[in-house]
């Protein structure tokens, strides 16, 4: 993991106490609410439906056992004794009162973290592959690229006051886990002619109100020219984009508008005016970088585990959670084991300050002080040896974090919905735990497979509905919600954005016509397909005529 130098250390704290002046003015009437909210912005805290809310910022998804620590004492300390993971690898508390943000901040800086750009009209926190680094089919960590890109962009002087905000995703897998093409730039790790390091860069892709597949604006960036490169693609959308009304200034309208070649063009033309600007030699900082994040010295592990092949014939539900939740890592002998933060009847993405602390020990305990958070809002341990699976699943089980439904039915993504958010529309907490209710049976949740539910409570896609298998748009329609359900969506790198099926559901009717999809999939898939496929065998208008079969 990246280690803060000198001047990381004297950036935060300076930040964090200039934030703390600015705080004591709002208290003391100096500033109104209108002055200090672009301060506060900056500094990642919101003024949300009943309470501030301080979102801090996971770079590429990565913490230490130290800083998950950190988290669980600040959700008791601050908040409510909790905190949600969202699907921008970031955490939020929702309950700080304003006058103990400059103090988290400065517990937060104690363990190398903070909140900048976690919010505003900038470049937000770049977000990885959780699996990065370990992936079995990964080319090359992205993360080192990551906090080149956190350095980079951290208070540029240029893009720190864009049309609206950007967001960078980043993999170095064959599957695409990082949803790149969903995102303002997506960089992928790809070999170039003699096996050359280098990048495939998307552009213009989005969620929100005007969904958008992005372009592929060039298939190979050497990586000496990376930051050039992304920045000719910055400086284009900064001189271009729409300030006159923000809900088309995303750069996905920008190009969109513009048109893929005229957009390729200028890049290029911007690429090839800047491509000798004296800068920092590229190369030189990612290497300083990478040496953070050698790989640790794995033992030499057979491949197959006896412990753990003695444990899963002994222990059913054991059997289940490794079948379930776990992934093949690159060196023999270890696995990749997700904690899913999605219980029966529980709020996805949010996990006790007790929860956090289990985390960071089994962290420590088990995969070597490091953990992950994923866009599907769940943790994962990046480093498990294969043997060491089950005492980490007791350790898990006994503290009720050992759901097996990773990337099944229940492993539901949702945004806070009117429950916190002030731009909601819809609740979106109680569809995802009536789903995690009604789809509790682990045999059953097996049976349907791979699954991806996704549910917002607007427009803004927080919750990125239009990339589930079945995704959820709650809305307010003449003063009660209703959810809109959309099929076919698709985050990887078969991108889809889902169709819409039809009129809205009532809260009260909505998982039961999800049920009923569910158990019409059941009936006429073909030969273990998954419900992807036989949602492309059947076709949309068949799918959306079970969904409404007895509405």
Not at 97 to 124: F, W, Y
Not at 277 to 299: G, H, S, T
Not at 305 to 312: D, N, P, W
């Amino acid at each position: 993991m990246y280690r803060y130098d000198e001047f990381d250390t004297q950036f935060v704290r300076e930040r964090v106490s200039q934030f703390r002046g600015q705080v004591e003015r709002r208290l003391t009437g100096a500033l109104n609410e209108d002055e200090f909210r672009p301060l506060r912005l900056m500094n990642g805290l919101y003024l949300q439906l009943h309470a501030y809310m301080l979102r801090v910022a996971i770079p590429y998804g990565t913490l230490s056992a130290h800083q998950m620590r950190q988290l669980g004492a600040i959700a008791d300390k601050y908040d409510r004794g909790y905190g949600h993971f969202t699907t921008r690898q970031n955490i939020q508390f929702n309950w700080p009162k304003l006058k103990d943000v400059p103090d988290i901040l400065d517990d937060l800086a104690d363990v190398e973290m903070h909140a900048i750009q976690t919010s505003g009209n900038c470049i937000r926190n770049v977000t990885a592959d959780p699996y990065a680094g370990v992936a079995a089919d990964e080319i090359a960590d992205p993360r080192p690229t990551g906090e080149l890109l956190r350095q980079w962009s951290s208070n540029h002087p240029e893009f720190s006051f864009l049309p609206r905000k950007f967001k960078i995703a980043l993999t170095g897998a064959r599957a695409d886990r990082a949803v790149i093409k969903f995102h303002d730039i997506g960089l992928r790790l790809v070999e170039g002619e003699g096996g050359q390091l280098g990048y495939e860069v998307w552009a213009g892709g989005g969620l929100g109100r005007t969904p958008m597949i992005g372009i592929k604006v060039r298939d190979f960036v050497p990586t000496a020219d990376l930051l050039r490169y992304v920045e000719a693609i910055m400086r284009v959308y900064n001189a271009e984009g729409r300030r006159d009304n923000k809900y088309k200034a995303r750069i996905k309208i920008l190009i969109h508008e513009k048109g893929g070649e005229d957009f390729r063009a200028e890049v290029e033309q911007e690429f090839a005016r800047i491509a000798h600007d004296p800068a920092a030699p590229v190369e030189k900082e990612l290497a300083r970088i990478q040496a953070f994040f050698a790989p640790p010295a794995y033992e030499a592990l057979p491949a197959e585990s006896e412990a753990l092949a003695k444990a899963k014939l002994a222990n059913p539900n054991f059997a289940r959670w490794v079948r379930v939740n776990t992934r093949a890592h690159k060196a023999p002998g270890y696995t990749i084991a997700v904690i899913s933060l999605k219980p029966k009847g529980g709020v996805p993405g949010d996990a006790t300050g007790d929860e956090m602390r289990v985390m960071a020990d089994a962290a420590d305990a088990y995969s070597m002080s490091e953990l992950r958070v994923s866009a599907e809002q769940n943790i994962v341990l990046p480093n498990v040896k294969a043997s060491d699976l089950f005492a980490l699943w007791q350790m898990l089980d006994r503290a009720g974090l050992a759901s097996s439904n990773a990337e099944l039915i229940s492993d539901v993504v949702s945004c806070p919905g009117m429950d916190y958010c002030a731009l909601a529309t819809a609740r979106s907490i109680p569809i995802a735990q009536e789903i995690t209710e009604r789809f509790a049976e682990p045999v059953l949740q097996e049976q349907i497979g791979p699954i991806r539910i996704k549910i917002s409570g607007c427009i803004n896609a927080c919750g990125h509905h239009h990339v589930g298998d079945i995704g959820i748009l709650g809305l307010e329609k003449t003063g009660a919600e209703a959810y809109q359900i959309t099929l076919g969506g698709d985050p990887t790198e078969s991108a889809a954005i889902g169709e819409r099926s039809g009129p809205g559901f009532p809260a009260e009717g909505v998982v039961d016509a999800i049920e009923r999809l569910i158990h019409f999939y059941l009936g006429r898939r073909e030969d273990g397909e998954t419900f992807k496929q036989t949602y492309h065998r059947l076709g949309h208008s068949v799918m959306k005529d079970a969904l409404y079969a007895s509405h």
